[in-house]
């Protein structure tokens, strides 16, 4: 692995350092249980996907529909998670949004959210990038056109599984979405989109431009108790 370049504006101390690779999937104890069903309305201004929820290597929902203009909104459980984006044809290998990775700890979902604005119908397949989540089928999709017989999330899945267990490669950084403090005001469990870059169904086309604010949480390698702004993070 090798490492960019990374801008820190620290809000508070202190801080720690933390590993990617030191934390995997929780414990069951974590009382959310995880749902693979799709979203309940394409129209809704923001989708809420879980990610690990329960200590499970899931997103949950796992498939989503989604309208242009609504927001993807992705939930961090314990321990260390990501939400990245892919071509269909390429799964574990990101080529589009990428949150970097996220550690939590306890039972409750991260301080932090990242979003994504939809601004096409097309589908979009993620992966979570910690090393062999992808690889065990945590994958997941977005407006997956039901007519298409050869590109389904389950295909996508079993795709991932057949790789080999080190498969998995990241793009650098937070790109194509923002990582924030989920709103408090919100009080369904939803932040607002504004600011939150886009997504397309072409995996490459995302934005190759991220922020991050975040409330106890660890982005990459580094947790901090305070407020946090990020650009550049590792390279996997």
């Not at 620290?10 to 009382?31: I, K, R």
């Not at 929902?61 to 242009?68: F, Q, R, S």
């Not at 932040?191 to 934005?207: E, F, K």
Request: hydrophobic residues 40%; contains cysteine; aromatic residues 8%.
């Amino acid at each position: 692995m090798q490492f960019s370049k990374i801008t820190f504006l620290l809000g508070a101390l202190p801080f720690t350092f933390a590993a990617y690779g030191a934390a995997g999937a929780s414990s069951a104890s974590n009382v959310v249980t995880p749902s693979s069903t799709t979203s309940t309305s394409p129209s809704d201004p923001t989708h809420t996907i879980l990610v690990g929820a329960g200590g499970q290597l899931t997103f949950s929902p796992n498939e989503t529909k989604a309208d242009v203009n609504t927001t993807l909104e992705f939930h961090f459980y314990a321990k260390t998670h990501s939400v990245a984006q892919a071509a269909f044809a390429s799964p574990c290998q990101g080529s589009g949004f990428f949150s970097g990775p996220i550690t939590t700890t306890g039972t409750e979902a991260n301080a932090s959210v990242f979003s994504v604005l939809v601004n096409d119908t097309k589908p979009i397949w993620f992966y979570c990038g910690y090393p062999g989540h992808c690889e065990s089928g945590m994958v997941g999709a977005v407006n997956v056109n039901a007519t298409d017989n050869k590109k389904t999330l389950a295909k996508f899945s079993l795709a991932a599984k057949a790789l080999d267990s080190d498969a998995t490669t990241n793009l650098k950084g937070i790109v194509g979405g923002t990582l924030a403090p989920l709103k408090a005001e919100s009080g369904s469990g939803t932040s607002s989109s504004t600011g939150a870059s886009s997504a397309t169904g072409t995996a490459a086309s995302a934005s190759a431009t991220g922020s991050s604010a975040a409330d106890v949480t660890t982005v990459g390698w580094v947790t901090f108790g305070g407020a946090v702004v990020i650009v550049g993070l590792l390279g996997m």
